[in-house]
């Protein structure tokens, strides 16, 4: 049943063919704050992508639930695609008997034909992607509560020993001092 609806649904929407062939295979969700003339001008949330193929079978299962499957679909590039491969997640829902698209979006895209190789994936769309990796650091006097309070629980019992100690000798030395 997936391979009928993403052999209709990519050559209708991502390419753009017949955008409202498409509209039937997604759920509500998927198609909200969208109009059918929206839809039917291409105005969709899918990702434009002319595939080579016509045929789309070769995914691969991400997880699968009851009502719920997600897949990874990776599609080539046409010959006057632009772009090079792409990597779609497709999550389908079982809606009143029938598997619709809920979500179809870009999981990777490799670079095109002669361009520099480069893979674009979703952690490089995330608001983080300025700051590399472990180049976060903390402030150096944040060290100093650690340390202020690891001295006080050496300092404290040793005060509190020296004074016990003076005492006892003073308190000997009177005793010893006393007719």
Known sequence: MIDNVLDTFVPAAVERRDPLRSLPLVTPAFRAGQTRADWARGNMPVQPFRARDHRFHGWRLDYSYPNEVSVDLLLQPAPTEQLGAIS??????RTHGRWLI???VPAAIFAGKHKPP???AEPDFTPNTATPVGSARLNAQWLLVPAVLLGLILIVPAVFGIAYL????????DYRAAP
Do not use: G, H, P, V
């Open 166 to 173: 003076r005492r006892s000798r003073r308190a000997l030395r």
């Open 118 to 120: 480069r893979i674009l």
């Open 88 to 93: 779609f997640t497709a999550i389908f829902k």
């Open 102 to 104: 809920d979500s179809f």
